[in-house]
């Protein structure tokens, strides 16, 4: 159990490094091994430590763009965390699962599901993680409202989250890194395609990204700015540094990101000199990404 705990924290730093590569070597003798350990002397540490491993399996895989094995990977996380009759763990797997429901077009299931863990978490905010999972729950009800187009019910949630965050802090729950910080870099995803960019961009500039120790929550920071300089227009040398800050921290990542594959080929189409050079054109070399 000791060296299977270690592979754990193993998985979830080479999936915090967004080193998607690295997590999927390592994940399937893990999760086989886990699953093993569920039936001896050890069971409940072995479903903690295979909740873990499953919700960074759903995770790498939604991130790679395999959305129904992320959804498979996310009923592995529920199966086991319902098993360990942990609450808090329930909350957990059900944030994992509404990302994968979302990420698979599910919207309303996904929406369905965060709430309702909510509703059920809102009894336990005791515990060790409580509130910092409800606080996650609702960020990925807040994307789900986004997702159906529901701008004003996301910003509820968003609301709700940033309460949660000033009474939590920063933290590093379970891998979630739910805390002020995280609740603006969402905020800056949910805003940046039907919201407002400018929000996005004034967000930006009074966050400090740095503040959480990944590169999988610091991408998502310097790419959705990126995102939005491109919508406002006028900023492409700024939006392709971002850009490119974005691809240092987690190549892996933004390279296999379907949403940056529009504002690139924008970028290229407006000037493949003036906005970025070579630079820019070397990104989009990397990413397939060619001009109309």
Known sequence: ?????????????????????????VLPGLLRDLHTETAGPDHVEALRL???AASNASSVLRSLGFPADAWLGAERCRDAAEASGDPVLRGHSAYILARASIACGSYQR?????????????QHLGRPGGPETLGSLHLVAAL???????????RESLTEAAVLARRTGETNTMGMFFGPTNVDIWRMSIEVDDGDPGLVVEIAQ???????????RQVFYYADTARALTRIGGRDR?????????????PQHVRTA?????????????????????ELRGLSERMQVGGS
């Open 1 to 25: 159990m000791a060296e299977l705990k270690r592979t754990v924290a193993l998985v979830e730093a080479l999936h915090q490094a967004c080193d998607y590569a690295g997590a999927t070597r």
């Open 50 to 52: 295979l909740c873990d």
């Open 110 to 122: 996904g929406q369905t599901i965060a709430e309702r863990a909510v509703d059920q978490l809102g």
């Open 144 to 154: 789900a409202s986004r997702c159906r187009d529901r701008i004003d019910d996301s």
């Open 206 to 216: 009074r966050t400090d990204a740095a503040r959480i120790p990944a590169g999988v």
């Open 238 to 250: 700024e939006a392709v540094r971002y850009l490119l800050t974005a691809e240092r921290i987690a």
């Open 258 to 278: 379907a949403e940056l594959v529009e504002p690139i080929r924008v970028l290229l189409d407006r000037s493949r000199r003036q906005a970025g050079g070579s």
